[in-house]
Structures are given as structure tokens and as C-alpha cells.
């Protein structure tokens, strides 16, 4: 039942109703429609002609533009106060408050319209063929699925953002702006008989092309999978000229590749007044076709059920050895053909081929050395379930975990999904949105923190719903790399795995300097605090708080901080999305270490001058810069406690007295005191062990995930 806006409006068909046809690719509500024809006469169009420029507007109102809706901008505080909201700012912004106390839109085409599309165009609308020839569509950018597909009368779905990789063709617009495919995921975000013929099925069957590089070497241009095959041609002598083919065998028809044949063909004039067909495409359905076989001697003879069943078994095994699988054959015709169609049956097996896409080196030890830390890897990808599992198992992906394929895992119900998200190693033959749903579901049922890798526009959902979008630099599309946290520039699996090292090693340096940071602080603090409530004077005066916080802190700081990552780190499971920052560990360290810190000084304070028997008018002075030096020491020796720290920065600072002189209050030390800091200093060492053989509780548990990892406790003394 129509709108009565639509009614009044004189149209025939509600905007989301045809907008969905293309976008899901719906036949049955094309031929409820009188497919294209009748979709022109119920948006009021000519097939030839289009629309009128006057009736833009009108159309507009009804149907949208075609504009992709744009996230509002964000003002410079929002950032700022977005920033402010991270734990780890916070508890620096807490010490540090401690210290000092002490778009592209896409313009036109409206709905109706028609678009006139050639080689190079991007498709600017979702839409539906009316004619054309030989349209050759790249899907890429939404479906990540290398090959090109074929569009004709009987699949006329075009969609947004898609290329035009040959053919030429007319199209009708039928969704525009947010309601295209494209839209919906910008929406997300914001949200053998012849000795010729085995070469001659390669070079004449394909839609490459070999051209002259500038240095004079052949050069195989168009998709991975054809490309393959001419090389694999020119190796086994072919003519890198393909004039030499065309010349002498006149090309009368190709019926070029599509997802829904799964086979290309191609039928060719042979000299003698004969013709052939060459046909290749999915060994499964090419087999099906063959009733003949090239044998070992070149010799064509029957194929048997025997045969076909060990060229099954090959392909099988090929599939098991993360090989795409291709099936060559011909079919000699006798007579001219008259060229309107290319034979389904009776073909001769030429050969079956395996197409390898080599795993980089380095791969299978990154993914190993990322479930020895902790993380769990799935593939999510479009091939079919076999080579996934295949390339999976070369990767050390899937183990004794879960492979399933994306319509099986959409159709899951919650409680379903729920018991076996945990066990997914490997989703195949998945949608865009496949992905996406899959973060979704382990950031908020599992509460994991979740990271995605991916490259094209498809991706770019699950990018942005991660919690950290890794895209690839190279391969990458503007738009995953625009919904990315990092981008990775040279698309290599191993430099993740550097990141998540120094990510690691940022943390637990962060975690270091706060340890240290608050230690010191609490203490100068006390100490001042409780000497100016009993004797109404504090042995630290302003200057040597200052000293402190900036000269030495900022030493300390850098010596802790920017200490370089080791392979350690990668040992350690990963730390949870709810975990504390300042851990219980910190806290036995910073409490333990105040404790004597403060009581030492104190003890310095109060008994000082009778301990190291000072007398004489400038004995307070004395005894202020002994504790303002033991303080200092005391402090880098607690930077000793922490593995690998570098404090040769923070130890340079400690000769305090020496130089300062009238400006920080201080006046010299005689051996004995000097000796007397450094001893008092060195027991925060002593201490530091004492501490580490208390026990903490920790929180325990044993993984779901496949590797089978048990939380460690966490803090920096095990960094």
C-alpha cells in the first residue's frame, strides 16, 4: 500500500522499497515489478530520455539526494574534554596537582535518472542495468572480493561506490544518498587435443593483458587471479604478444566472469572453418562439465567415473593446501559457429590449477607470539571455508577452535552467538557487516578489547567500532584509513606486533612514573605536614620542593618513561578493559616505601642533631641538608627497584648540597653525613625486596579463548 505522500506525488513505489531491490539484490520484488521496465513506469521515467532538469526538485522531496549524511563537527573543547575523561591523564593531572600543592558528498543523479557508465566510471548511485555490453563491475571497495563481477540483464544490480572495470553500460538510479549500500555503511560509522590449446585456453580466456615495462620486461596487468595465469602461461613458453593469438584465432564471443556462473568463456574461430570454446572458472563447476580428459601423452580420452574421482580428490587436496582452484577446459565445435552461444557441456579437461596467495614471512611466528601474550587471533574473510582453514592452519590461526561461514553465523540467535563467539577462529565466506557484528558482539557481551585489521571500504564499520582500528597503509581505501586509530604503512601483520609491544611498554612505564611519582610526593608532603604541626617549621623549604618536582622528578621521569620495550612484555596476557590502572601491587610499593621514607625522616627531624651529634649555630642547617640529601637518595634508589630502569639522568641530580648552596638553603656536608645519606638512602633497596615478598591478592581466572592463558598479576615490578 502506497503512501499517501507518494500517491499525491504521482509515483508508484515507496523509496525504501526500491531502494532495497539493488541493495539486496532482490529479484523477486524486481519481477513483482515488471523488473526494469516497470520500476521506469512506476517512477515516472523514460528509459531513453531520463528525467527532465525541471522535475529534479519534485523528485528530491520524495526520494532524497544524493548525499552522504556528515558527522557534525566537534568543537576544540570537546576534544579537549574527551581527552581529559582518559584514567591515565587523570592520574597524572592528580599528581601533578599533589606536586603543586605541595566529508565528500557525491552531488546529483536523482532517483529516476538515468546514468550512462564506461570503463574508469565509479557507479555514483545504487541502481539497475537497462543495457549495455560486456559490464565488468570492481566490488571490491564494498565486498573486499577480488574478482570482478559480470552484470547483465538477468543480475542488473549496481551499487555505489562501485568501478567500472570494462563494458559499457545504461543505468537507472534507484537509491541515492544514505539509502544506497554505500550509505548504509557511512550511516554505521556515524554509527589438451591440440598442443596449442592449453596456452591458447590461458591466453585467449582471460580479461589481463601483458604490456612492455619501460625496461623492456613483460608486465601482467588486471586482477590476481588472471594475472596469475598468464604468468603461469609465459613460463610455460606462451607468446607474451597476445596479437599472436587474436590474429590467428579470430575471438567470436566472451561471456566474462560472474559470481552466479563462476566461469568464464570464450569462443574462438579456428582456421580450418571449425570453432572452439575454452571455458574456465571453479574446478567443481567446470568438472561438471567435461566428459573428456587430456591425458599424460596429450592424448584426448573419455573421462571415467575413476578419473573424476581422483580429479576431485586434487582439488580437494589443493583447497586443503590453501590453494584457489581453477579448472581449464575446451570443446572443439565442428562448423562455423553463428556466435550467440558458448556450449554448457561436453568439454575436454585440460588442466587443474592451484593459485597460491603466498603467507608473508614472519606471519606465522607474529601470530604465535601474539597467543603467547595473550591475544586471540581470528581470520574474518570472504573465501570459501577450505582455503580459509587452510591459510588459517599455515598461520597458526586455527588451532582446536571453531570455522564457520557468514550466513551460517548470522543466522544464530543471541543465546547461540553467545556460546559460540568464544570459539570462532575463523568466519568465512562473510559480509561486510559480518565483521562488524562480530566486534560488536565481544565488546559488549564479553567486554573485551577488541582490535581489527582491515583495508578496504567494507572494513571500515568494523574499524570504527573497535576499540583500536588498525589500517593498512598501502592497500588501504581513504576511507578505512579516515575510521582507523593507526594505519599500518607497510601492511605487514609482524609491525602489529610492534605496536602492541610499545603499547605495552608505554603503559607499564606510565605505571612506573606514577608508582614513583606518587611515592615521592606523598612523602615530601607528609613530611612538610607533620614537622610544621608539631615544631612549626618544615625541613623542606619551597625551593627544595621545587628542585624536586622539576628538576629531579623531571630526570627520574625521563628515565623511567622512556625506557625501549623487550620481548618480556609479550609474555604477559593483555590487561583487561575494567582493569585498575594503579594495581595492588602500586599500591603495597607506594604505601610500603612512604612508610619508612617518612618515618626515617621524621626520626632525621626530630632526633637528628643528638643521632649525628651536631652542635654549633648552624646545626639545623646541617641537618635540613642531610634530609633534603637522604630524601634525594632515598628517592633514586627506589628508582633502582624497577628492572632495566635507567637512572644514571635521576642519579646526576643527587649532589644536591654541593652547588646549590644560599639558593636552595643548603650549606656542605662532611664525609661522614655524605655517608651517612647514601647508607640511609640505600635501605629504600632493602626495603623495595622486603616488599616484593608480601604477598598481593590477585585476581585469577583462565581464559575462554583457545589458547588457553592464565591472568598474571600486573604492575610494574613485573614489567
Known sequence: MLSKEIQEAGFGIE????????????????????????????????????????????????????????????????????????????????????????????????????????????????????????????????????????????????????????????????????????????????????????????????????????????????????????????????????????????????????????????????????????????????????????????????????????????????????????????????????????????????????????????????????????????????????TAKAIARECGILTDGLAIEGPEFRKKTQREMEEIIPKIQVMARSLPLDKHTLVTHLRNDFNEVVAVTGDGTNDAPALHEADIGLAMGIAGTEVAKENADVIVMDDNFTTIVNVTRWGRSVYINIQKFVQFQLTVNVVALMLNFVSACVSGSAPLTAVQMLWVNMIMDTLGALALATEPPHDGLMKRPPIGRNAKFITRVMWRNIIGQSIYQIFILLVLKFRGKQILKLNGPDATSVLNTVIFNTFGFARHVQELGFPNGNVLNGMLSSDNSRYLGAFAQTVPLSRELWLASVMIGAVSLLVAVVLKCIPVPTSHYVATHHDGYEQLPTGPDLA
Open 15 to 386: 523509496p525504501d522499497e526500491l531502494a532495497s531491490i539493488a541493495r539486496s539484490h532482490d529479484t523477486k520484488c524486481l519481477e513483482r515489478h515488471d523488473k526494469v521496465e516497470g520500476l521506469a513506469r512506476a517512477v515516472r521515467v523514460s528509459l531513453q530520455d531520463g528525467i527532465s532538469s525541471h522535475d529534479v526538485q519534485h523528485r528530491q522531496n520524495i526520494y532524497g539526494c544524493n548525499r552522504l549524511a556528515e558527522k557534525p563537527s566537534r568543537s576544540f573543547w570537546m576534544f579537549v574534554w574527551d581527552a581529559m575523561q582518559d584514567l591515565t591523564l587523570i592520574i597524572l593531572m592528580a599528581c601533578s596537582v599533589v606536586s603543586v600543592g605541595v566529508g565528500i558528498s557525491t552531488e546529483g543523479f536523482p532517483k529516476g535518472d538515468i546514468v550512462y557508465l564506461s570503463i574508469g566510471d565509479v557507479v555514483p548511485a545504487d541502481g539497475l542495468f537497462i543495457s549495455g555490453f560486456s559490464l565488468l563491475i570492481d566490488e571490491s571497495s564494498l565486498s573486499g572480493e577480488s574478482e570482478a563481477v559480470n552484470v547483465d540483464q538477468q543480475k542488473p544490480f549496481l551499487l555505489a561506490g562501485t568501478t567500472v572495470q570494462d563494458g559499457s553500460a545504461k543505468m537507472l538510479v534507484t537509491a541515492v544518498g544514505m539509502r544506497t549500500e554505500w550509505g548504509r555503511l557511512m550511516e554505521t560509522l556515524n554509527e589438451g587435443g591440440d598442443d596449442e590449446t592449453p596456452l591458447q585456453s590461458i591466453f585467449q580466456n582471460t580479461g589481463s593483458e601483458i604490456v612492455k615495462g619501460r625496461d623492456g620486461k613483460n608486465k601482467v596487468m588486471g586482477t590476481p587471479t588472471e594475472s596469475a595465469l598468464l604468468e603461469f602461461g609465459l613460463l610455460l613458453g606462451g607468446y607474451s604478444d597476445s596479437k599472436f593469438y587474436n590474429d590467428k584465432y579470430k575471438v567470436i564471443k566472451v561471456e566474462p566472469f560472474n559470481s552466479v556462473r563462476k566461469k568464464m568463456s570464450v569462443l574462438v574461430a579456428l582456421p580450418d572453418n571449425k570453432s572452439r570454446a575454452f571455458c574456465k572458472g571453479a574446478s567443481e563447476i567446470v568438472l561438471k562439465m567435461c566428459d573428456k580428459v587430456v591425458n599424460a601423452d596429450g592424448k584426448v580420452v573419455l573421462l571415467n567415473e575413476q578419473q573424476r574421482n581422483s580429479i576431485t580428490e586434487v582439488i580437494n587436496g589443493f583447497a586443503s593446501e590453501a590453494l584457489r582452484t581453477l579448472c581449464l577446459a575446451f570443446k572443439d565445435i565442428e562448423g562455423s559457429s553463428d556466435g550467440t552461444t558458448i556450449p554448457e557441456e561436453k568439454y575436454t579437461l585440460i588442466a587443474i590449477i592451484g593459485i597460491k596467495d603466498p603467507v608473508r614471512p614472519g606471519v606465522k611466528e607474529a601470530v604465535k607470539t601474539c597467543l603467547e601474550a595473550g591475544i586471540t587471533v581470528r581470520m574474518v574473510t570472504g573465501d570459501n571455508i577450505n
